[in-house]
Every structure is written in C-alpha cells, then in structure tokens.
C-alpha cells in the first residue's frame, strides 16, 4: 500500500469536528495540517488539531510538589489580578451610568431604589441591632475583667465608646450586608442572566447596569449609614447594660462619662467609612451577578465569591483606614 503523501480534501462539501477528529486519527495530524481544504473547513481543521495538541500536552511540573506550588500560587495570584481588574472596571461603568443619570430625574428609578431599601435597609435592622447589642455586651464584660485587676474598671465606658463609634458598628454591619445582601445581589442578577432576562433588557433598548445596577448601589449607600447608626447605638447600649449590672455604673454616671471622653471624631471616622463600604460591597454583588454563566453551579459558585470578595475588601479597606487615621493623628 503506497502512503498518502498529500491530502486534496477541496472536493469535501460538509465537515465538521468529527469529520476532522476521524480524519487525524487515521491519517494523522501532520497531513492533516498540510491538507488542501476550504477556506472554513480549514479553519475548522486547524481549531481541531489544536484542541487535540493542548489536551495531550504533557502537564509539567509532574509529580514536584515543589513546582505544582508555585504554580497554584501563580495561579490565584493571577486570578486574584484578573479580579481586581475586572472591579476596577465595573467601577468605572457603574460611575460612568451614574454621573450620566444623576441630573435627569426623569431617569431616576425611585421604585426599584425604594425596594432594594427596604430589603437591604429596614430587613436587617433587628439582626442588626441585636448582634451589635450582644457584641457591645461581650466587649463591657471583657474590658471590665481585665480593667479591674488594674482599678481601672470605670474605663470599660471608654473602651466601649471607643471600639464602636470608631471600629465594630460600621465593620459588624458592613460584614452582615455582605454576606447577607452581596450574596442576594449575585443570585438575583445570575439568576436573570440565567434566564436571559439581562438578554431580553438590552434587546429592549434598555441599559442593565443603570435598570439593575444603579437602584442597587444607591440603596446601599442609603442602608448601611442608617444601620451604622442604629448599630453605633445598639452597641453602646449593650456595654450600658453590662457596665450597670456588672461594676454597678448607672446609665446617668455612663453617659456622662461617653460624653466627656469620647470626641465627636471618632463617630465620624466610623460613619464616614460606611459609603465606602456600602460602594464596595454592592459593586462586587453586583459584578459577581453578571459573571454568572448560565447554570445552576455558575450561581452558587458566583454567589460564593460574592461574599468572600466583599467581606476580605471590607477587612483590608478598614485596615487602610485604621492606618490613615492612624497617620493623619484623628
């Protein structure tokens, strides 16, 4: 039997992947690549060959532990990147959108706004309210433990004062919006692009991010000041209580101490971190939605990365805060 040196295949009609994965396999895939077809089917060929050469590509690293490390590092790091990027330019769209409706009332959506308001803002309040009153307890009856082996239990007020108008309302009430509404914001959008909702709004002519985004990032920058506040509040009431039943500070002599050591500062360093916040938590919910790829795996996978993403940028956001505060002596 003489071997086929050339392959004329521009006579073939129809070929498809199959056809091509058949062909390679029984003249193999250098006669392949060298065959005369058609415009298309030569594309397609070569789409094929390629698909096959990257799947029996040998892995390298083997069986290094050492070297699968760094390539896992490499790999999140890279991802972690890519990320990042991605925020960065969800934020320059939800900006642009913004800016561009801001001064055109007639575009506002006050039903949609007013919606995500009650479901991010006024929903969350009693979880709110109650876990911040619980933590303010546990930080009264720590500080007074340690505060009185020193004679200095009267400070457990400052302690408490301090710790919330500055640190823990904004950080518990942020967290709680991120892992409770981030992760809503993602199921909500994945679910629509799922369903080729977000499809059928852009075929209507309408613009997604300023229809579904927008509402979303407003009520939040509405919602978690006011939970801020309420959990600034919720707080100090729970070290009120400890401090009353536990060192027998009476509510009276407890607010005149807050109001002589505690500085207005330190309320609006906490309450001025709490856009910020609200911004983040709602753009990466809100980023996570339209990545989703369409099945039910995508939106729990999604869903997931939601939360995880807006709880780590909120920790690392307070951190640089802290540490320009810190700076900037306030």
Not at 44 to 68: F, S
Not at 87 to 111: E, I, K, M, Q, V
Request: hydrophobic share 55%; charged share 15%; aromatic share 8%.
């Amino acid at each position: 039997m003489t071997a086929v040196s050339t392959l004329d295949g521009r006579d073939i009609s129809r070929l498809d992947s199959a056809g091509v994965f058949l062909l390679q396999q029984y003249f193999g895939t250098e006669l392949i690549e060298n065959a005369q077809l058609a415009g298309q089917q030569q594309k397609l060929a070569t789409l094929v060959l390629q698909a096959c050469k990257d799947e029996q590509a040998p892995q390298h690293g083997g069986d290094n532990p050492l070297r699968q490390w760094l390539e896992q590092i490499g790999r999140v790091t890279c991802s972690v990147l890519q990320q990042q990027k991605q925020l960065l330019a969800f934020l320059g769209l939800a900006l642009d959108n913004l800016s561009r409706t801001l001064f055109r009332p007639s575009r506002w959506r006050y039903t949609a706004t007013a919606a995500q308001v009650e479901q991010i803002g006024i929903n969350a309040i009693p979880i709110v309210a109650l876990l911040t009153f619980l933590v303010g307890a546990v930080i009264a009856f720590l500080g007074a433990r340690v505060l009185d082996e020193f004679g200095a239990a009267v400070y457990t007020v400052n302690l408490v004062g301090f710790a919330f108008l500055r640190e823990f309302a904004v950080l518990l009430a942020a967290i709680l919006l991120a892992g409770r509404t981030a992760s809503a914001f993602t199921a909500q959008l994945g679910s629509m692009k799922a369903n080729v909702e977000i499809d059928a709004l852009r075929a209507q002519g309408l613009n997604p991010v300023e229809v579904l985004v927008l509402p979303r990032l407003l009520a939040m920058l509405i919602s978690l000041p006011v939970l801020t506040l309420i959990a600034m509040l919720c707080g100090v009431l729970g070290g009120m209580l400890v401090c009353w039943l536990a060192l027998d500070i009476s509510p009276a002599l407890f607010m005149h101490i807050f109001s002589r050591d505690i500085e207005p500062v330190h309320f609006w360093v906490g309450l001025g971190k709490a856009p910020v916040f609200a911004f983040v938590i709602a753009l990466i919910g809100c980023l996570e939605g339209f990545k989703v790829a369409g099945s039910a795996q995508s939106v729990g996978e999604h869903t997931t990365s939601s939360v995880v993403q807006s709880i780590f940028m909120v920790i690392l956001l307070d951190a640089l805060f802290a540490l320009f505060f810190l700076e900037m002596g306030w």
